[in-house]
């Protein structure tokens, strides 16, 4: 017994240090997968970082200037800035395409702007639905225009309100330029064509700024986004019908156009992020709604980039 005693105590050894050895294996796998689990764990949720330039259309900035906000708040999003400018949505469509920018805002599609090579190159975003409608001074003494009487103000063949059935005061235009997606809105679905700048007219890049002059311009008509839209100034009804939400989503009121919001190529992860914040349910049924903007989701009808509609 005692000659196996020796052998005993070895064997004992060896069978102690592979146990150690093991459970020393193990710990380190264990806490090398630990790393791993955390460092996944740390990539799922880690806070994106960036920062973002949305340029363009002036009816779509009240919505991203407001979303973005919002989205800068909130924890998640605290290391990505959001920066809204406007400038219309040619200028927009230019900027997102040359790289300038992040995102361009647009109230028409980017093949009305752009040649087809750098317009294939960028991705549509819809967002919202946008609704536009002739604004007057509230003393010019109308509250609707047929669409020929509104053509004959824009193209110069009616030069006073009185001839509309309005007070006896001289009209004065307040237009937007023509890289505007507004202005295109409204000359395309209210006028049925383009129009050239009169004289004595006044061109203003904001739809800020036109909404300020109409109101504090006797005389004066232009056309705003339904976002702009507050008793300053006197909407008018096309051919009778309101620019409702309701007449819009049912395709009775027919001067509307899809927000786009356009990259070049997929977004980055934190544009992207931004781009799916406004297209939250939250988002579409808060700010959407509240701005004077419609939730693409509650259109009955669909519109093409050439206009047409389709149920």
């Not at 990539?43 to 906000?69: F, H, K």
Request: proline fraction near 3%; aromatic fraction near 6%.
């Amino acid at each position: 017994m005692l000659k196996k005693l020796p052998f005993m105590l070895m064997t004992l050894t060896l069978v102690f240090a592979l146990a150690a050895c093991g459970s020393k294996n193990d710990s380190s796998q264990g806490s090398t997968g630990g790393d791993s689990s955390s460092n996944a764990g740390n990539s799922d949720t880690a806070a994106l970082s960036g920062q973002i330039l949305a340029v363009g259309s002036t009816a779509l900035q009240p919505l991203v200037q407001q979303v973005g906000e919002k989205f800068m708040t909130d924890d998640k999003y605290k290391d990505i800035s959001v920066q809204v400018q406007g400038g219309g949505s040619g200028t927009g469509l230019t900027q997102v395409s040359g790289g300038q920018a992040d995102i361009g805002n647009s109230d028409v599609f980017a093949e009305e702007k752009l040649d087809a090579g750098p317009a294939g190159e960028l991705i549509d975003h819809q967002v919202a639905v946008v609704a536009m409608t002739a604004v007057a001074n509230p003393k010019a003494g109308v509250d609707n225009l047929t669409k020929d009487q509104l053509l004959s103000i824009f193209t110069g063949k009616v030069t006073n309100w009185k001839d509309v059935g309005g007070a006896d005061q001289k009209i004065v235009i307040v237009n937007r330029p023509s890289s505007s997606g507004t202005r295109a809105t409204f000359e395309k679905f209210a006028l049925g064509q383009k129009t050239e700048d009169l004289p004595g007219s006044i061109q203003e890049d904001s739809s800020g700024t036109v909404k300020k002059l109409v109101a504090e311009t006797p005389g004066a008509i232009g056309y705003l986004a339904l976002s702009y839209l507050d008793d300053s100034v006197k909407a008018l009804k096309y051919d009778g019908v309101e620019a409702s939400v309701e007449n819009v989503e049912q395709g009775k009121y027919p001067v509307w156009a899809y927000e786009h919001m356009y990259t070049k190529g997929e977004p980055k992860e934190h544009v992207k992020a931004f781009l799916d914040y406004i297209l939250s349910d939250e988002v579409q049924q808060a700010d959407v709604t509240e701005l004077g903007y419609i939730p693409v989701s509650g259109m009955q009808v669909k519109r093409d980039a050439e206009g047409n509609i389709t149920k």
